[in-house]
């Protein structure tokens, strides 16, 4: 997997490979140390120097441009563009400087920021009819809201605008078309709806390319009080400069359904797009992923867009913040005397790849680490046998409990621990069923399973006796403290890896690292050993629950290795040893793991070898805030993508459903049974919202009202 070069996806001049290393290379520090000095130059460099430019666009502009007079370009996201993700993430960098100088006092400043302005906007629109504000406005109200701000109102105001001057780039395609546009004597103007001040913004543009700007070639919201969205800035602009208007702009509404309403000619730009984020909070810790996610996003809607390219871009951004902050706690927890850590396949694969590469920046660990191949077949599945007398209700369950469609195929299939019994439990539920194709019932099962009571119980002791020889192999028996990594959730295999190590005379003390931790490991701890969580666990808020629980998917697919399922162990004739016997790959397991599950994988490796991040200051907190971040407030080119990923919750690893369904459900009935496949809630409530009409939005609004409530009216803004 990580040996091998990524195939490449043409571009227009490069191919996707030929970003690979230069992506990750190119800049002289880690991003999340950029941050310290506010210094972007090297990231506003790097953009501007793999930017591939848009001539056939540009062509096309300056031959549309001689029927019109005036040639109007929007500023943000346009002409020009931030280096952040998110244009509140300003806002995340300014309180973050102001809590390095002056203490606690502004720890929450980012959110308050973006608060304080909605409030200021709707006062001076209440007592004075604006459409739009100022900065200074801004903050004029915020000291008079909270009076232990006052005194640092200025220096606040000259730290935002010196923010955002660093943050701020050129859009090169559309520098490129403005220069031949003042080579032709058109006129020009740039319209935009900001609070910034004009003549700042002015000045910024000239500063960055766009020279010779005329005196009245600027026209910004917050110094006319109107704005675009409302259509009322638009209505001024053809009173003073007529009507035969070329404009061009990011925003559907504000930028084409608004002026094409008073007869503007517009097109559609938005290759320098940022996405808005809808979060519970602006948070500091967000800006690693912000920044990473943004400098990828923009190399590469410069030069090629495809699946592997999101893919491979989400590992090198969000994957190697969240793995490799889960492998910092891994190694800053691990307790004195652990003898191995051994991470559990087929999820613990990228993890282990991810603690490896950590491992190889300090010097000084010597530490055992081990790949177990085992499964819920091989530790849970066996550990059955233990309940005795509740045997045909546990594997009634175990078996049934996903609400299926079962066969007494997948039963017989389920039972086999490559033992004589195998076959006479096969025979005897040919006996039973018939047909083992056949769907059968749940009551049919228990059945079944009470009528061969014994039978069953064997082969489970069968399979605990399969599984201790292998443990024994990979050293579990020996050592008297080791610890296991898994992604989660509800700590059974820890649990029966240790009843399995108690049942064969072993006092091996397991401890589990894991992503999350759901309620269910309540009462396990006594048996299975010490669980330490790294980001959920049953004792955080249930808000914070909620979104890890929405990550389940992502977390588990796309780090798997590249094998099935183990469903057992066979000795080989040749190395003696215990070696896993895999289910087999379906089409769709093979197709995702190779279009989406090992591009995501050598971007993960890619960034952390080449140190896009620094590893020492990945941390709860900024793998917590990236998974908001995608999560909690998608945009449609990320739902999509991540509507390709199919994940698997059943035993036998046998059925997968999309993590996000497209077809929208005709009854609000229809709506729920999708969320019983779909844990993700809210992406797939977006992704409706996005693609339904105003009918289906009124069906959607009481279910958003009721399902995502729990996360404020922050997050909720994203659907009204």
């Given at each position: 997997?990580?040996?091998?070069?990524p195939?490449c996806?043409?571009?227009?001049?490069?191919?996707v490979c030929?970003?690979?290393?230069?992506?990750?290379?190119?800049?002289e520090?880690?991003?999340n140390?950029i941050?310290?000095?506010?210094?972007?130059h090297?990231?506003k460099?790097l953009v501007l120097?793999?930017?591939?430019?848009?001539?056939?666009?540009i062509n096309?502009?300056l031959?549309m441009?001689k029927?019109?007079?005036?040639?109007s370009?929007d500023?943000?996201?346009t002409?020009?563009?931030?280096?952040f993700?998110?244009p509140t993430?300003?806002?995340?960098?300014?309180?973050?400087?102001?809590?390095?100088?002056f203490?606690?006092?502004?720890?929450g400043?980012?959110?308050?920021?973006?608060?304080?302005?909605?409030?200021a906007r709707?006062?001076?629109?209440?007592d004075?009819?604006y459409?739009?504000?100022n900065i200074?406005?801004?903050?004029?109200y915020?000291?008079?809201?909270?009076?232990?701000?006052k005194n640092y109102?200025?220096?606040i105001i000259?730290?935002?605008?010196?923010?955002?001057k660093?943050?701020?780039m050129?859009?090169?395609?559309i520098l490129?078309?403005?220069?031949?546009l003042?080579?032709?004597?058109?006129?020009i103007?740039?319209?935009?709806?900001?609070?910034?001040?004009?003549?700042?913004l002015?000045?910024?543009?000239?500063?960055i390319?766009?020279?010779n700007?005329?005196?009245?070639s600027?026209?910004?919201?917050?110094?006319?009080?109107l704005?675009?969205?409302?259509?009322?800035?638009?209505?001024y602009?053809?009173q003073?400069?007529g009507?035969?208007?070329?404009?061009i702009?990011?925003?559907?509404?504000?930028?084409?359904?608004?002026?094409?309403k008073?007869?503007?000619?517009?097109?559609l730009?938005?290759?320098a797009?940022?996405?808005?984020?809808?979060l519970?909070?602006n948070?500091?810790?967000r800006?690693?992923?912000s920044l990473?996610y943004r400098?990828?996003?923009?190399?590469?809607?410069?030069?090629?867009?495809?699946?592997?390219?999101?893919?491979?871009?989400?590992?090198?951004?969000w994957?190697a913040i969240v793995?490799?902050a889960f492998?910092?706690?891994?190694l800053n927890?691990l307790p004195e005397?652990?003898e191995?850590?051994?991470?559990l396949?087929r999820?613990?694969f990228?993890p282990?790849k991810?603690?490896?590469?950590?491992?190889?920046?300090?010097k000084?660990?010597?530490?055992?680490i081990?790949y177990?191949?085992?499964s819920?077949?091989?530790?849970?599945?066996?550990?059955?046998?233990?309940?005795?007398?509740?045997?045909?209700?546990?594997?009634?369950?175990?078996?049934?409990?996903f609400?299926?469609s079962?066969s007494?195929?997948?039963?017989?299939?389920?039972?086999?621990?490559?033992s004589?019994?195998?076959i006479?439990?096969?025979?005897k539920?040919r006996?039973?069923?018939?047909?083992?194709?056949?769907?059968?019932s749940n009551?049919?099962?228990?059945n079944?399973?009470n009528?061969?009571?014994?039978?069953?119980?064997?082969?489970?002791?069968?399979?605990?006796?399969?599984?201790?020889?292998?443990?024994?192999?990979?050293g579990l028996t020996?050592?008297s403290k080791?610890?296991?990594v898994d992604?989660?959730w509800a700590g059974?295999l820890q649990?029966?890896?240790?009843?399995?190590?108690k049942y064969g005379?072993?006092?091996?003390?397991v401890?589990g690292?894991?992503?999350?931790?759901?309620k269910?490991v309540v009462?396990?701890?006594y048996?299975a050993?010490?669980?330490?969580?790294?980001?959920?666990n049953?004792f955080k808020d249930?808000?914070e629950?909620?979104?890890i629980g929405y990550?389940?998917p992502?977390?588990?697919e796309l780090?798997m290795?590249?094998?099935?399922?183990?469903?057992g162990?066979?000795?080989?004739s040749?190395?003696n040893?215990y070696?896993p016997?895999?289910q087999e790959?379906?089409k769709?397991e093979r197709?995702?793991f190779e279009k989406?599950v090992l591009?995501?994988q050598?971007?993960?490796i890619?960034?952390?070898?080449?140190?896009?991040?620094?590893?020492?200051?990945?941390?709860r907190?900024?793998?917590l805030?990236t998974i908001?971040?995608?999560?909690l407030s998608?945009?449609?080119e990320?739902?999509i993508?991540?509507a390709?990923l199919k994940?698997?919750?059943?035993v036998?690893?046998k059925?997968s459903?999309?993590?996000i369904?497209?077809?929208?459900?005709?009854?609000?009935?229809e709506i729920y049974?999708?969320?019983?496949y779909?844990?993700w809630?809210?992406g797939?409530?977006k992704l409706?919202?996005i693609?339904?009409?105003?009918k289906?939005?009124a069906?959607?609004?009481e279910?958003?009202?009721e399902?995502l409530?729990?996360?404020?009216?922050r997050?909720?803004?994203?659907?009204?």
């Amino acid at each position: 997997v990580f040996g091998e070069k990524p195939r490449c996806g043409k571009s227009r001049n490069k191919s996707v490979c030929a970003l690979d290393k230069e992506v990750t290379t190119m800049l002289e520090k880690p991003i999340n140390l950029i941050f310290e000095n506010s210094d972007f130059h090297e990231v506003k460099k790097l953009v501007l120097s793999k930017w591939d430019i848009d001539y056939d666009f540009i062509n096309n502009i300056l031959e549309m441009s001689k029927k019109y007079q005036l040639i109007s370009f929007d500023i943000f996201d346009t002409a020009v563009t931030r280096i952040f993700s998110c244009p509140t993430d300003v806002f995340c960098e300014l309180e973050r400087i102001l809590v390095a100088r002056f203490g606690d006092l502004f720890k929450g400043f980012a959110t308050l920021r973006e608060d304080i302005e909605s409030e200021a906007r709707q006062k001076f629109h209440r007592d004075f009819g604006y459409e739009d504000i100022n900065i200074y406005e801004i903050y004029d109200y915020l000291a008079l809201v909270y009076p232990k701000f006052k005194n640092y109102i200025s220096e606040i105001i000259n730290l935002e605008l010196q923010i955002e001057k660093e943050a701020i780039m050129p859009v090169p395609d559309i520098l490129e078309l403005y220069k031949q546009l003042k080579s032709m004597n058109k006129q020009i103007m740039f319209v935009s709806d900001m609070y910034l001040p004009q003549d700042w913004l002015k000045d910024l543009l000239k500063d960055i390319g766009f020279s010779n700007l005329d005196d009245d070639s600027i026209i910004v919201s917050s110094k006319y009080r109107l704005l675009k969205g409302s259509g009322n800035l638009w209505e001024y602009i053809i009173q003073k400069k007529g009507d035969s208007i070329l404009h061009i702009g990011d925003n559907v509404h504000a930028d084409i359904k608004m002026p094409e309403k008073y007869g503007i000619r517009t097109i559609l730009y938005n290759r320098a797009a940022s996405k808005r984020r809808f979060l519970p909070q602006n948070n500091p810790a967000r800006l690693p992923y912000s920044l990473s996610y943004r400098l990828l996003h923009l190399i590469s809607n410069s030069n090629s867009k495809n699946s592997e390219t999101f893919w491979l871009n989400l590992g090198r951004s969000w994957g190697a913040i969240v793995y490799g902050a889960f492998a910092n706690f891994i190694l800053n927890k691990l307790p004195e005397g652990i003898e191995g850590i051994y991470f559990l396949s087929r999820d613990g694969f990228l993890p282990l790849k991810v603690f490896e590469r950590v491992l190889d920046k300090k010097k000084n660990y010597n530490l055992k680490i081990s790949y177990l191949y085992v499964s819920r077949k091989t530790l849970t599945l066996p550990t059955l046998f233990f309940e005795k007398q509740n045997i045909p209700e546990k594997l009634g369950f175990y078996l049934g409990g996903f609400g299926r469609s079962l066969s007494p195929l997948k039963i017989v299939e389920s039972l086999k621990f490559g033992s004589d019994v195998d076959i006479e439990i096969e025979h005897k539920a040919r006996k039973f069923f018939g047909d083992l194709n056949r769907k059968i019932s749940n009551e049919e099962l228990v059945n079944f399973i009470n009528k061969n009571k014994d039978l069953i119980s064997q082969s489970l002791h069968d399979g605990i006796l399969n599984t201790i020889k292998y443990l024994q192999q990979e050293g579990l028996t020996n050592r008297s403290k080791v610890a296991i990594v898994d992604i989660g959730w509800a700590g059974n295999l820890q649990t029966s890896l240790a009843s399995i190590l108690k049942y064969g005379g072993y006092d091996t003390i397991v401890y589990g690292f894991y992503i999350g931790l759901w309620k269910d490991v309540v009462g396990k701890f006594y048996k299975a050993g010490p669980m330490l969580s790294f980001l959920a666990n049953p004792f955080k808020d249930f808000q914070e629950q909620k979104c890890i629980g929405y990550a389940v998917p992502l977390l588990e697919e796309l780090a798997m290795e590249y094998t099935g399922s183990v469903t057992g162990y066979r000795l080989d004739s040749i190395t003696n040893k215990y070696v896993p016997i895999f289910q087999e790959l379906d089409k769709h397991e093979r197709n995702q793991f190779e279009k989406i599950v090992l591009p995501f994988q050598r971007g993960v490796i890619e960034a952390l070898e080449n140190e896009l991040f620094d590893l020492d200051s990945l941390d709860r907190e900024t793998a917590l805030e990236t998974i908001r971040s995608l999560l909690l407030s998608p945009d449609y080119e990320e739902l999509i993508s991540l509507a390709s990923l199919k994940h698997c919750s059943t035993v036998d690893h046998k059925d997968s459903f999309p993590i996000i369904f497209a077809s929208f459900p005709s009854k609000r009935k229809e709506i729920y049974k999708v969320f019983e496949y779909n844990p993700w809630d809210l992406g797939q409530l977006k992704l409706w919202w996005i693609l339904g009409d105003d009918k289906k939005k009124a069906l959607l609004r009481e279910v958003i009202n009721e399902r995502l409530s729990i996360f404020g009216s922050r997050v909720l803004r994203q659907f009204y």
